[in-house]
């Protein structure tokens, strides 16, 4: 037996919908308006909500609208009766989050089935949650493959920072896996039931990008012939995932601050703001400080977004994942028959890997797909085309200040850019890609005095690859 809330001005249908609904074994709780149904929802916590969306005072729209803004009955499935002359309304209550509508007049049959299959949706998403949970107590590892030291330290960082709220911006080249990153976030954070949504921003045109992310009233602009929710309001009681933030609009980042900073948002022509809560997790592959100071980025939204910053160094500044990945996405692709020979795993190392990860696992179901045997040697490498040709310029590291003053090693670093590195002619032969960087590193160390942050920001890296390097190299 379930417990029903009805919410419909007209007292004859609550009659027989009550009715039908007893004779099935539920218990119906009445309600004659949206206001009494919002106060009969919060004090007797339903497992179903039936309501009409045409009411005097608070409509339907708004009775779906309270129940799904709150996380704790997110899984209360909602269905509202419509007549024929707001079918439109009714798909608009479904974008929304509404399970289905009824068309008044509905025969018993059609009540009762719809009703039974909604409390079965119900029950299947607690079930998925609790099994999800369990999986979460006894320890299930976040799906990231690693083995270098710089990977430990980051979902070192992910794991501290995953329980709060606060906003984290993960940079990193194209290809490092930052998405990855994100969900792990949302995964191992309190908010990992509910939703997590993804969006883009270099891939929305920019005309779309405000009713896309903070959703639209019915008839607010041309073409807008239905409501739309948002992404913001999509990701209510979970994580919203802006991916090239970089990318965002410069007119729109005022909205997106403001967002931030009240917990409300304004839907396109909407005369009213609707609370939202959510947590922002962004990424960009460009340095977001000389975005700032070019001015095509807010600096008041750059440090309301940099609370925790997480960097992902590029997968030729960790050689130590590449055969970890490289066995992973072939037995991925292929089975665990597939093996790789030594001598490949060596070139593979050696490649400047400009697409990162995401060319590594394009490369693998490559070679894969046209190897010559379950052994994959050199000789599959170069049929299956070697790594992706170039067509840019490496890219420049990403700069790991996070603050805009002098005293800081962005500064260092735009100081250090005017300047050659005055570390003399390397040897041209006799000395290994290693050696070489050892070198490097210990004539940017002199030059430096020894300080570790100038050092990382004249070479342009990350601290932490920099620390790495010089634990592997002993310096």
Request: proline share 6%; charged share 25%.
């Amino acid at each position: 037996m379930a417990r029903i809330l009805l919410i419909d001005d007209d007292r004859n249908l609550r009659e027989v919908v009550t009715f039908i609904l007893a004779e099935n074994g539920h218990e119906v709780l009445e309600a004659a308006d949206g206001d009494a149904g919002v106060q009969l929802f919060t004090s007797e916590a339903p497992d179903l909500v039936l309501t009409d969306i045409r009411m005097p005072g608070r409509d339907g729209m708004e009775v779906l609208r309270y129940v799904r803004a709150h996380s704790t009955s997110a899984d209360v499935p909602v269905i509202v009766l419509t007549a024929y002359g707001t079918v439109e309304q009714a798909v608009e209550a479904m974008r929304e989050g509404a399970y289905t509508y009824l068309l008044k007049p509905f025969n018993r049959d059609e009540l009762a089935l719809t009703v039974q299959q909604a409390l079965q949706l119900r029950t299947l998403a607690r079930d998925n949650r609790n099994l999800r949970r369990l999986l979460r107590e006894r320890g299930a590892e976040l799906p990231l493959v690693y083995a270098s030291q710089a990977m430990v330290h980051l979902v070192d960082q992910v794991r501290r920072v995953a329980g709060s709220d606060a906003t984290v911006l993960i940079t990193g080249e194209s290809g490092t896996g930052k998405e990855l990153i994100a969900r792990a976030l949302h995964d191992l954070s309190p908010r990992w039931d509910a939703p997590f949504i993804a969006v883009n921003c270099g891939a929305i045109p920019a005309d779309l990008v405000e009713s896309e992310l903070f959703g639209h009233a019915r008839g607010a602009f041309t073409g807008a012939s239905l409501a739309r929710q948002g992404r913001v309001r999509a990701a209510a009681g979970g994580t919203l995932f802006l991916d090239e933030i970089g990318e965002f609009p410069l007119s729109l980042q005022p909205k997106l601050l403001r967002v931030l900073e009240t917990k409300r948002v304004d839907p396109v022509g909407e005369s009213g703001s609707i609370p939202v809560d959510f947590r922002l997790v962004c990424a960009t592959n460009k340095d977001l400080v000389q975005e700032v100071q070019s001015g095509r980025f807010r600096e008041d939204l750059y440090y309301r977004l940099e609370v925790v910053r997480l960097d992902i160094p590029p997968l030729r500044e960790r050689p130590e994942d590449i055969p970890v990945l490289w066995q992973h996405y072939t037995r991925l692709h292929g089975g665990e028959d597939i093996r790789t020979a030594p001598e490949l795993l060596r070139r593979l190392a050696e490649l400047p890997w400009r697409g990162n990860v995401r060319e590594l696992i394009n490369l693998a179901q490559r070679m894969v797909l046209m190897r010559q045997g379950d052994t994959l040697e050199h000789g599959d490498l170069e049929a299956a085309g070697s790594v992706t040709p170039t067509l840019a310029p490496t890219p420049t590291p990403m700069v790991s200040s996070s603050r805009l003053t002098e005293a800081s090693p962005v500064a260092a670093t735009a100081a250090a850019q005017a300047e050659k590195l005055p570390i003399g002619p390397l040897p041209a032969e006799g000395f290994s890609l290693p050696e070489l960087e050892c070198e490097v590193i210990r004539r940017a160390l002199a030059k430096c005095g020894g300080n570790k942050s100038r050092t990382a920001a004249y070479l342009g890296i990350p601290r932490h690859v920099l620390l790495y390097r010089l634990q592997k190299y002993g310096l």
